[in-house]
Nanobody, 117 residues
Framework: QVQLVESGGGLVQPGGSLRLSCAASGIVFSIYTLGWYGQAPGKQRELVATRGSGGTINYADSVKGRFTISRDNAKNTVYLQMNSLKPEDTAVYYC???????????WGQGTQVTVSS
């Protein structure tokens, strides 16, 4: 059974930082593309950052220079370091694990990030 469990969300003031974690089980973690997606109230879920098994990284333009995605294959965990947070970063953040060759696409339950003074 595949599980992706996010943690690290919360309430933070503008300009603050948070680190999200996503622990995976039930998959061969190292071959998957891992990603973080955000869904703001009333909006569609959007890509925030992805990191491929070979190290390729993609960021949404809105988070470039502020967010960093990393992965630890030994711990089956992907991270999202979020710095210089803005109110518009407020969203539920979902972890994703994808292996297109097998049609595998898994999601975590989401963790709320609220940026407000």
């Amino acid at each position: 059974q595949v599980q992706l469990v996010e943690s690290g969300g919360g309430l933070v003031q503008p300009g603050g930082s948070l680190r999200l974690s996503c622990a995976a089980s039930g998959i061969v973690f190292s071959i998957y593309t891992l990603g973080w997606y955000g869904q703001a109230p009333g909006k569609q879920r959007e890509l925030v950052a992805t990191r491929g098994s070979g190290g390729t990284i993609n960021y949404a333009d809105s988070v470039k220079g502020r967010f960093t995605i990393s992965r630890d294959n030994a711990k089956n965990t992907v991270y999202l370091q979020m710095n210089s947070l803005k109110p518009e970063d407020t969203a539920v953040y979902y972890c994703n694990a994808r292996y297109t060759f097998l049609g595998a696409d898994y999601w975590g339950q989401g963790t709320q990030v609220t940026v407000s003074s």
